[in-house]
Every structure is written in C-alpha cells, then in structure tokens.
Nanobody
Framework: QVQLVESGGGLVQAGGSLRLSCAAS????????MAWFRRRPGKERGFVAA????????YYTDSVKGRFTISRDNAKNTVYLQMNSLNPEDTADYYC??????????????????????WGQGTHVAVSS
C-alpha cells in the first residue's frame, strides 16, 4: 500500500520560513519523480515544484522561484520543500505527489497533476500578514 504523508505545515508570519516533508512508503522511492502542489483558498490545485528521481534536476513555478527549494533524500524516502520569504499568497494546502519512472524517463521533470499517480493527504500552511 502506497502512502505519502506530509508534515511541517503550520501558521507563520509573512517573511518567515517553513520546511515541509513528505515521507513515502510502499513504493521504490528512488524510482519516483516527486512534486509539490498546492491548493490556495478558492482556487484550483496548482503546481509548485518538482524533482527528478535522482534529485539532480528541479523545476519551480515562477511565483516561488528563489524562495522555495525542493530536495529529496532517497535513503530516507522523503522529499522536502523548504519555503522561505513566505507571504500571505502562499497560504494553501500543500500536497506531495509521486509517479514511477522508467529508464527512459529517469531525468524527466513532470509538472502536471495528471502526470502523478500517488498523492498525500496534504498539510496546511497559513501565512499571516
């Protein structure tokens, strides 16, 4: 049974930082491309950041570039999202997602929600002004 469990959300003041974690089980983590998505209040779920299976490549949506960093520790089956310089527009439920890769797609970055097979339950981030 595949499980993705997010943690690290909470309430933070504008300008502050949080680090989200997503612990994976029931799958071969090193053969998963991973990503973070978020759903802001009243909006559809949107892409935030993605990382390939080895961690050598990352990609970010424009609004978080230079502020957020996605990383992974394949030994711990965990992907992280370091969020700095948070602002109220970052308030959202944050979800991690996983999809299996093959030898031909080992370096591929996926940014569409439909590209991912497995999803966590989400963790809430609230940024106060």
């Amino acid at each position: 049974q595949v499980q993705l469990v997010e943690s690290g959300g909470g309430l933070v003041q504008a300008g502050g930082s949080l680090r989200l974690s997503c612990a994976a089980s029931g799958l071969t983590f090193s053969r998963q491309a991973m990503a973070w998505f978020r759903r802001r209040p009243g909006k559809e779920r949107g892409f935030v950041a993605a990382i390939n299976s080895s961690g050598s490549r990352t990609y970010y949506t424009d609004s978080v570039k230079g502020r957020f960093t996605i990383s992974r520790d394949n030994a711990k089956n965990t992907v992280y999202l370091q969020m700095n310089s948070l602002n109220p527009e970052d308030t959202a439920d944050y979800y991690c997602a996983a999809r299996s890769i093959s030898g031909l797609t080992v370096d591929t970055i996926y940014i569409g929600g439909r590209d991912y097979t497995y999803w966590g339950q989400g963790t809430h981030v609230a940024v106060s002004s």
